[in-house]
C-alpha cells in the first residue's frame, strides 16, 4: 500500500483539517484511542478498507512496524488520500520521542500565508534546524515533482514511435522500389 501517512497530535485535528468530514463518532474513536488512525476516502476505496479494519505499516524512515485500528475515514479535504494517526503512538513505537518531521498551520487569510511562511523560514534561518515552510499546495506539488518531468517522458517516447515509423515506412517503401 502507497499513499502518505502523518503523524500528528490528535486533538488538534478538527482545528486544523476543520474541513475533513468524519462522524462524532469516528472523531471521539481517534482522539481517545492511541493506535488508531484515520484514512482518507479515496486510500479506503481503493484499498477496500473500512472502520475497524486493522493496518500494519511497515516504515521506511523509523527501525519499526505499527499496527494501526482504522478509527475513521475522511473525506471533504483537498486531497483524501492520506492517514493520520498519533504522533505520541509514533513516537513510543520507534523510541523517536520529540522527533518532529513537519509542522502543519493554520492562517486567518489567504492573504497571511505568505508573512506567515517568510517569517518561519526568517526565525530558523542559519539555525541547527533549518526548515522550509510552504503551502500545503505547494507541498503536495513537490512530491508530483518527483516524478520528473512526465509531459516530457511522453513526449520523448511519442517521439520515438513516431521516428519508428518513419523508419520502417521508408523501409517498405525502397523494398516495393
Known sequence: MTFAQFAMDAKKLRRIF???KMSEAEYRDFEETKDSCIIGKLT????KLKVGDRIT????IYPCALAFKIAGIYSGTID???MLFHQEYLDEGCGTQGSVGMWWLKVKSIE???KVIETINRAFANSSAEVRAESERAFQL?????????KVFVASISSLVVFTL??????TMSMAM
Open 112 to 114: 497571511d500565508m505568505s
Open 166 to 171: 518513419v523508419l520502417v515506412s521508408a523501409s
Open 44 to 47: 479506503a476505496n481503493k484499498y
Open 142 to 150: 513537490s512530491f508530483i515533482s518527483m516524478m520528473g518531468n512526465v
Open 80 to 82: 483524501d488520500r492520506n
Open 18 to 20: 476543520g474541513e475533513a
Open 57 to 60: 505499516l511497515e516504515s521506511t
